[in-house]
Structure formats: structure tokens, C-alpha cells
């Protein structure tokens, strides 16, 4: 079997997807995060982390079932893509929705792998959308708001 052409592009965008070279990964914009400073508020800073790792969250969400099915209705904006409270409601629901990030980055990332994914073509459900356009802004996305959170940690004096 001929070798993909595009491999080196599938794999510069997973590498893009997992981050660690020049954007934050998310285990790292967390490590060590006291709990009590999850629904913290800084000073001038519109969101708390629990507010942008649920942002995160969902917007990864969205534009992963977009890219991948068809009948997928997306939330609706912006109500849809922020969380109702500050807080999690406890250490479960915050682990939950680390868990569901990474998962739904994998998925983001097997997409990209799978040779079988053409990232040219236009989705046939949306407007122009490509699997290779919707990878980068995952990838943008999070790392916008990777950056933030580390923001709102020093502003909370918890980050070195």
C-alpha cells in the first residue's frame, strides 16, 4: 500500500493537538492547583479556571462532533459554551471534566490519524469546514484559553 501523503501533515497536527512545544498542555496550566483556587475569582479577570477548563471543555466538544457527525446540533451561543456557576460542585465534577477534555482531545487527534480521514475535503455538513481547519481551532482555541488560565493563576499568586 502507497505511503498516506499527508503524514507528515496528520502527524505536525497531532503534535499540534497535544501540545508541550509552543502551547501549554493542560495538565501542565493545572499541575498542582490548590482545589479552593478552582472557583477562584482574580482580580480583573472576567473567569475563574473551573469557568475556562468547562469552556474548554464543551467548545472541544462541539467541534469534535461536528467534524465527525453529521446530525451533531451544536449549543448555542454563548450560553451554551460556559458553565452556570463559578465552582465545581465538587472534586468529581472536576475531574469528569478533565477527563472528558483529554478524551475528547484523542479523539480530535485519532480523526487527524486515521488515513481514511480526508483533512481537505469540505465537511459535507458544513460550510466550507475542513477536518484540517477544525483541528487548528481546536488547537488555537486551546491554547487561547490554556493561556488564560495561567493568567488567572498568577493573578491568584499560584503560579511559578
Given at each position: ?20 512545544h509552543?502551547?501549554l ?35 472541544q466538544?462541539?467541534i469534535?462532533?461536528?467534524s465527525?457527525?453529521?446530525k451533531h ?18 472534586n468529581?465534577?472536576?475531574e ?32 466550507g ?13 486551546n ?18
Amino acid at each position: 500500500m502507497p505511503q498516506d501523503p499527508t503524514q507528515s501533515l496528520r502527524d505536525h497536527l497531532q503534535e499540534l493537538l497535544r501540545g508541550g512545544h509552543a502551547h501549554l498542555r493542560l495538565d501542565k496550566a493545572i499541575a498542582d492547583l490548590p482545589p479552593e483556587l478552582r472557583g477562584a475569582r482574580a482580580p480583573g479577570l472576567p473567569h475563574t479556571i473551573w469557568q475556562l477548563l468547562e469552556h474548554l471543555r464543551l467548545a472541544q466538544w462541539d467541534i469534535l462532533e461536528f467534524s465527525r457527525d453529521a446530525k451533531h446540533v451544536s449549543p448555542e451561543w454563548p450560553a451554551g459554551y460556559w458553565p452556570q456557576t463559578e465552582a465545581p460542585q465538587d472534586n468529581a465534577a472536576w475531574e469528569k471534566s478533565l477527563e472528558t477534555f483529554q478524551r475528547d482531545l484523542q479523539a480530535m487527534q485519532d480523526l487527524v490519524a486515521d488515513p481514511k480521514t480526508d483533512l481537505f475535503a469540505k465537511i459535507p455538513w458544513g460550510d466550507g469546514q475542513t477536518v484540517l481547519r477544525e483541528a487548528m481551532l481546536v488547537a488555537d482555541h486551546n491554547g487561547y484559553h490554556l493561556g488564560q488560565i495561567v493568567s488567572v493563576r498568577q493573578a491568584l499568586g499560584a503560579w511559578e
